[in-house]
């Protein structure tokens, strides 16, 4: 058996996913943010997989994310930023991001994000943010 990889760009920098909130009535909802870019994101899925059917055993995700450099960043900063000395460790984090991706993968990519055994998320700086996803099907034995 072959394995399948699907890989897709999130242009931008990431949208982690934000903490359900409820309503004085008991509604629980995800934040309109969070909602919006699922959606992006599904979307982006859904051109990666050509009309393929979701994975429907064990896969391993790998996430890329390059954040924008502050502008504010002094010459030398920007310079170490960019050759990886320097790493964003500013929000969202990386259980936030894999989340919101996760989830809007669910019945695009694969049938479930339960079917995630491996998960390995890197941030970086750039000067051209965007999110670059990469899921294998693992092979079975």
């Not at 996430?63 to 502008?71: L, Q």
């Not at 920007?78 to 050759?83: A, N, V």
């Not at 970086?124 to 670059?132: A, F, K, L, Q, V």
């Amino acid at each position: 058996m072959n394995e399948r990889t699907v890989i897709f760009t999130i242009p931008g920098d990431p949208v982690g996913k934000g903490r359900a909130r409820s309503t004085n009535a008991g509604i629980h909802y995800t934040p309109q943010k969070t909602r919006n870019y699922e959606a992006f994101v599904k979307m982006l899925a859904v051109e990666a997989m050509h009309g393929e059917t979701p994975i429907e055993g064990a896969c391993a995700v790998e996430i890329r994310v390059k954040v924008a450099i502050p502008k504010s960043t002094s010459k030398k900063n920007r310079d170490l930023m960019l050759r990886d000395f320097i790493r964003p460790t500013k929000k969202p984090d990386n259980d936030n991001i894999e989340k919101a991706i996760n989830d809007a993968m669910n019945g695009v990519v694969f049938a479930d994000d339960v079917q995630i055994v491996d998960n390995h998320t890197v941030k970086t700086y750039s000067d051209y943010p965007e999110t670059t996803v990469y899921v294998r099907e693992l092979e079975k034995c």
